[in-house]
């Protein structure tokens, strides 16, 4: 459903909602302000009418995979596909939910260079952007557990995920053949019909380009508790990728960042990785912070403070595991849960950052 500055669309799971931008916003504060708009404007009919309310978050803490299922209703043709395939009854499907990053590039050089810095960028993102400590009503063995699940969801088809860090790339016909290409082919010999074959959309790595509106698209990132933390991630990566370009910086060897981001998505900042700028993913948020603060815009320098405080403090999940963990001294762990859930929940209605 189309509104002036938004989009209201669903995604594969019965309980999530998408909110997304009809066209791209001259400023933080516009995009701020628009996507809060959307949420009142979804939180009123949902109160009004189901007495429900709206949760960020890369996952239900609570939710047990029989509760909820498959969207029924449009594109049924393309989650059927998927269904033929995949088993959906798993947390990677029907209990995740991130926040999506599109960056516009001019031609094919720069959309190259985009895509293989961000292949760089999005490894580390998840020690400041991780947000879904618990599932099923228990902590999960990582910091980002969203992405874990993430990373085995279509183990049948592994060439569509691939290693979630995207390989590094040199012209679009090369990613076209080696990437779209190829798994589209796993998909066809699987049964896939074309509904999902030879589709930009159907590649789940981190980093993906979406030809139709020449943009790279980042999924790395879990979804935050309120729209003023999706918006300071934004800038931080937007910033940071400028820099990153006038530093004609190199990325590192795909290896080493596909063992830096499971290490990262187990350990959050705290994991120890093998970037030259630090020991640890924090030293090497930092870095990237220092980096987005030279190179940001006046408008998105108001929001890196976030930004700055959760690599500093914690991010959401680290956040979320210690408040239930200190509140579970006083009550019994669902309990924890729900007080400390309860409190996001005003969180994205009031669009104020959880501290």
Known sequence: MEQPDFTFGKELQLHVMEVKASEPFKSPQLFEEAMQNAVTTLLVFLEKKYRAHLLGTGMHPLLRLEETRVWPHRHKKIYEEYGKIFNLKRHGWLNIQSFHLNLPYSNEAEGVRLHNLLAGLCVYLPAISASSPIYEGAFGSNVDNRLFFYKENQREVPSITGDVVPEHIFSFNQYKKDVIGKYSQDLAKVGAGKTILFKEWVNSRGVIFRFDRKALEVRVMDEQEC??????????????????????????????????????????????????????????????????????????????????????????????????????QRTAFVEAVRSVYSTLIKCLADNQPYQ
């Open 227 to 328: 729209i003023k933390s999706d918006v300071a991630l934004s800038c931080f990566v937007r910033a940071a990728v400028r820099g990153l370009m006038a530093e004609e910086a190199e990325p590192l060897p795909h290896n080493v960042l596909v063992n830096d981001f499971n290490k990262v998505i187990a350990k959050g900042l705290d994991a120890k990785v093998q970037h030259p700028e630090g020991k640890t993913a924090r030293h090497v948020c930092q870095y990237y912070y220092k980096l987005a603060l030279e190179n940001a815009e006046e408008d998105e320098k108001n929001y890196l403070w976030l930004v700055k405080e959760r690599i500093e403090k914690g991010n959401l999940s680290d956040l979320i595991r210690e408040r239930i963990t200190a509140k579970t």
